[in-house]
Structures are given as C-alpha cells and as structure tokens.
C-alpha cells in the first residue's frame, strides 16, 4: 500500500492510502473528498479532473485519445489535467500529488 496526496479546493492538503488498482478517482471519492466521478470511469463526465503535480507528469501512462476528447470539453483545463479515473493506482505513483480542478457551471 502506498499514499497519494489531495490537495483540494480550500488548498488543504490530504495524503492518502491507496491500493493498487484503484482508479484514483476511486481513492479520492472513497476517502469523502469532493470528487464526483459521475459517470463512474467511463471517460465520460469530466467531473474526476484534477491537475497533476509536474515531477508526476511524466511517470503517468500518456493520456488516450478518449482521454484528451474528454478533457478538450471541459474548462479550466492546462497542460497538466488529466481525468483521475484514468489513473490506476501502481506501486510506482507512491507519492502522487494532484490538486482537484475548480467545478465548473
Ligand atoms: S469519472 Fe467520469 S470522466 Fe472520470
């Protein structure tokens, strides 16, 4: 088991055990942070978008075009968003650190 960390919209920073093969959206919504992940991980909501701290970026699997169709709908998006229900937990993102992107509408 290992940790990420969340930091949320107040700013306030959470770290978190997370297992491996979890969505993060999943540890996210499971340790009752304000995450929605409305359409349950099928890329099809944007409501799991969180921005991913820059040393992360890298070590993530590249997004998949479903992914980036997704992210180009939403707002607010930078170069570092990514749909935390895309992201499967793995031993090598101990550590990870993603803040939870504004909600939009
Ligand atoms: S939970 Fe809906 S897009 Fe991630």
Redesign the pocket.
């Known amino acids: 088991m290992g940790v990420i960390h969340v930091i949320d919209r107040d700013g306030e920073r959470h770290t978190l055990e997370a297992l491996e093969g979890w969505r993060v ?1 999943e540890i996210i919504r499971d340790w009752n942070l304000p995450l929605s ?12 978008h969180v921005f991913v701290s820059e040393p992360w970026l890298d070590k993530l699997h590249p997004a998949t075009e479903e992914e980036e169709g ?1 992210l180009d709908m939403l707002p607010l998006t930078r170069k570092n968003s990514r ?4 992201i499967l937990y793995e031993p090598e993102l101990d550590g990870l650190e993603v803040t939870l992107a504004p909600v939009s509408g």
Request: net charge neutral; proline share 0%; with cysteine.
């Open positions: 959206m992940g409305a359409c349950g991980g099928a890329c099809e909501c944007g409501t799991c997704r749909l935390a229900c895309q």
